[in-house]
């Protein structure tokens, strides 16, 4: 049974910093976060591979880190410099595929997501 269970949302002033981190039951290929804030569609925030090449939106680059823990089976997002508009439901997402692609319907495995608020 493929499990995803994040942890380290909350509420944090703008300029702060959180990070998220994302235990896996398994291992897989492709990892990433994704975002939703209200009204709004789902989108990709970073993801890593099994090479731990990575990638990031445009809004995000310069003040988020995807990383991740084999050993710990374990996804991290540290997140600097926090703004409002970061405010959203985050969560992880992952699949065994060989190409780690940015639309969320090509992940399917999903944790159940943790909030993070800015103000």
């Known amino acids: 049974h493929v499990q995803l269970v994040e942890s380290g949302g909350g509420s944090v002033q703008a300029g702060g910093s959180l990070r998220l981190s994302c235990v896996a039951s398994?291992?897989?290929?492709?990892a990433a976060w994704f975002r939703q804030a209200p009204g709004k569609e789902r989108e990709r925030v970073a993801i890593?591979?099994?090479?731990?090449?990575?990638s990031y939106a445009d809004s995000v680059k310069g003040r988020f880190t995807i990383s991740k823990d084999g050993a710990k089976k374990t996804l991290y997002l540290e997140m600097n410099n926090l703004s409002p508009e970061d405010t959203a439901m985050y969560y992880c997402a992952a699949d065994f595929r060989r190409l780690c692609l940015n639309d969320p319907t090509s992940y399917r495995y999903w944790g159940q997501g943790t909030q993070v608020t800015v103000s």
């Open positions: 398994t291992y897989f290929y492709c």
């Open positions: 890593i591979d099994n090479s731990f090449g990575t």
